[in-house]
């Protein structure tokens, strides 16, 4: 049984599909772990409601070096499912190729420092953009710039706005996201 580690900021609406996806056996002979958020948020109560085990390491200063502390050594995938806070090079290298991310763009466009949330979806409309989309990425020590792992576009069209664009991305993702999880998993 591989062990899965899930890192939050917020809602967790990632979180939840992929729990629901180990469950229906979509993510084969794995389960979530654990559950870290780095804020109060909705994502904790989420793993509450499905009895996985959850902490929170409060954002700040030594936040990768008290994260490195609470994650299990047989952690087999740490899975950041909108996760917020920046981790340190460390952290990214001592867990080379067992971390990966999932970004609400298609990087390696709309990626980096600010690049998260509603601010990629005002970005990609402020450009004018033709397609938008979702990645899933492995996570380095360079910000969203890691080998990526599946990507799927979609068409934006006159009438997106950055909303309509949060709410096809996150289709996008829940599409996805299991995916490549399997995918890592088995070093497809
Ligand atoms: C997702 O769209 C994810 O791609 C994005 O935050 C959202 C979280 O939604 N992540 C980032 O912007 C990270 N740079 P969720 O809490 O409902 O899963």
């Keep these: 049984m591989k062990n899965i580690v899930v890192l939050v900021s917020g809602s967790g609406t990632n979180l939840q599909r992929i729990i629901d996806t180990i469950e229906a056996g979509e993510i084969e002979n794995a389960k979530v772990s654990l559950v870290v958020a780095d ?14 085990d959850h902490i929170l390491v409060p954002r700040g200063k030594n936040f990768s070096s008290e994260l490195a502390k609470v994650i299990p050594a047989d952690t087999d995938l740490i899975v950041l499912a909108g996760f917020l806070s920046i981790l340190k090079p460390e952290f ?37 953009e033709k397609e938008s989309g979702a990645t899933v990425h492995f996570v380095t020590s360079g910000i969203d710039e890691g080998e990526a ?6 068409e934006v069209t006159a009438e997106d706005t950055p909303e309509t664009l949060a709410q096809k ?3 996008v993702e ?12 088995q070093n497809k």
């Design 39 to 52: 804020r109060k948020c909705y994502g904790l109560e989420r793993a509450k409601n499905h009895a996985i």
């Design 92 to 128: 990214c290298e001592n867990w080379n190729g067992k971390i990966i991310n999932i970004h609400p763009a298609l990087l390696p466009k709309f990626g980096g420092k600010g690049m998260w949330g509603m601010n990629v979806h005002n970005a990609v409309i402020e450009a004018g």
């Design 149 to 154: 792992i599946l990507q799927k576009s979609f």
């Design 169 to 171: 991305v996150h289709q």
């Design 174 to 185: 829940y599409e996805i996201f299991p995916l490549a999880i399997n995918k890592v998993l």
